[in-house]
């Protein structure tokens, strides 16, 4: 039975989209396994083409005009008819590598590639079913799924945090409303710009009315200073109740454990009503 699949390779570089092209040809359309290639230019000429035919799997460059990889990847996973769109993310920094994740795309080849290694990836993005448990999407009202963040982004941000010898905390917050249904989706948005201060900043649905941020390069201090400012920002406000904070910081963490930690915290938070850090209450 012959199989045809569709790639659109996306990249502002013609010699990389050849290049790509080339090594695609002499890979497939020789056995039963046929690939037809469109070819973009940038993130917004990518999304146009997707519509008119959905592909089967998107290479994405990253940095590119007029739209970038990361944006456009991002809009293509809002669409329901490209869930099961293949996005491989390509980039020059190691660094991009969470942020393309996190917009959405299933891997990542870091250029300059091997061309060998990723038409594997490629072959496999193609032709293999996809897994039975599938990851969560990415974001969900502007929060980033639970399931995300620990198959992506946690592991990844340990690991630079030590390899850089950079600081890392994380908060747990509960913050329950005064009334259940009242104004939610208003409620939902006064949360998320509360606890998102930075673009780097990640925000966690952990639970009901339970929220987390990973804060990249953040001191334990700096971290208990964005805490007091939340409290403060809740204590304000006609339509919540205080708000309890539990905060881990990798560096004082006894272990790596930098979730146990925040959840120990959290709990202590919610007993004692004061901002926990690493387990301890801070005034």
Known sequence: MIIEKKVLIVDDEVGVRNTLIRGIKRKFNKTNQLVSITEASNGQEAIELANISPPDLILMDIRMPVMNGLKACKLLRRDTKFAATKIIILTCEIMEESAGLLSGADDFVIKPFDIKTLLIRIERGLFQSP????????????????????DICLNFEIARAKRFQRPLSLLL???????????????????LTLLKRRASDKVINWAKNTFAILLTETTADDAALVAKHIVSRVDNSPDFFRTSVGIANLEDTLTDNIVVNAESSLKESVRTGDITLNRKAIH
């Not at 897994?131 to 399931?147: H, Q, R, T, V, W």
């Not at 917050?173 to 949360?191: G, R």
């Open 173 to 191: 917050l509960k913050i329950s409303p005064k009334e259940v249904d009242k104004e939610s989706k208003q409620n939902q948005a006064f949360i």
């Open 131 to 150: 897994p039975l448990n599938k990851i969560a999407p990415a974001y969900l009202n502007g929060l980033l799924s639970k399931e995300c963040f620990f």
